[in-house]
């Protein structure tokens, strides 16, 4: 069955970027189904929804984050990737990677989540 | 930014009673919500999406109901593996947010 892992450093460093990747496997990143986001949660908080992608490329991002986050999609590679700017510790969370259906709201399938830290 | 307002912060309750968790929205979500149920150490897992349905595999003892603003999760009768976080989410305007959750304890 389809499954999302997230892969990347865990740790870096105040003011540089932060870096993902969600490697779809078991299933095509390009149905028109579906759109593919990002999603995180600092130790013992809430959720927070980044950003979103479809295989096409288009993107939609929460505006508290937008003007440091960028999303992209490499189909040929079954993958979507997270980029995070000028990070602090604030950023400091456990990263998921998620499918979600076009016709709805939820998310229905979440990657295992990968802690990052963000520390000199 | 629509905000949603989970109650109460924490439930407690014993195996074989009736949880009923309630999620409001500052304005109208339509039927655009989910719920998630999260354990220790996991990713959250969908229960109910549009804001009835139960998504795949999910036992029937968990129900979703309401639309527009309020919105219920009713877990009939609590098994042990049911004490975990809930949160739950809402789609409007290309904007996802959740609320803080739930913990549902054993008491």
């Known amino acids: 069955q389809l499954q999302l892992q997230e892969s990347g450093p865990g740790l870096v460093k105040p003011s540089e970027t932060l870096s993902l990747t969600c490697t779809v496997s078991g299933g095509s990143i390009s149905s028109s189904n579906y759109y593919w986001g990002w999603i995180r949660q600092p130790p013992g908080k809430g959720l927070e929804w980044i950003g979103s992608i479809y295989y096409s490329g288009s993107t939609y991002y929460n505006p508290s984050l937008k003007s440091r986050v960028t999303i992209s999609v490499d189909t040929s590679k079954n993958q979507f990737s997270l980029k995070l700017s000028s990070v602090t510790a604030a950023d400091t969370a456990v990263y998921y990677c998620?499918?979600?259906?076009?016709?709805?709201?939820?998310?229905?399938?979440w990657g295992r989540g990968t802690l990052v830290t963000v520390s000199s | 930014e629509i905000v949603l307002t989970q109650s109460p912060a924490t439930l407690s309750l014993s195996p074989g009673e009736r949880a009923t968790l309630s999620c409001r929205a500052s304005q109208s979500v339509s039927s655009y919500l989910a719920w998630y149920q999260q354990k220790p150490g996991q990713a959250p897992r969908l229960l109910i999406y549009d804001a009835s349905n139960r998504a795949t595999g999910i036992p029937a003892r968990f129900s979703g109901s309401g639309s527009g603003t309020d919105f219920t999760l009713t877990i009939s009768s609590l098994e042990p593996e049911d004490f975990a976080v809930y949160y739950c989410q809402q789609r409007s305007n290309w904007m996802y947010t959740f609320g803080q959750g739930t913990k549902l304890e054993i008491k």
């Open positions: 998620a499918r979600h259906p076009i016709r709805g709201a939820d998310f229905d399938l």
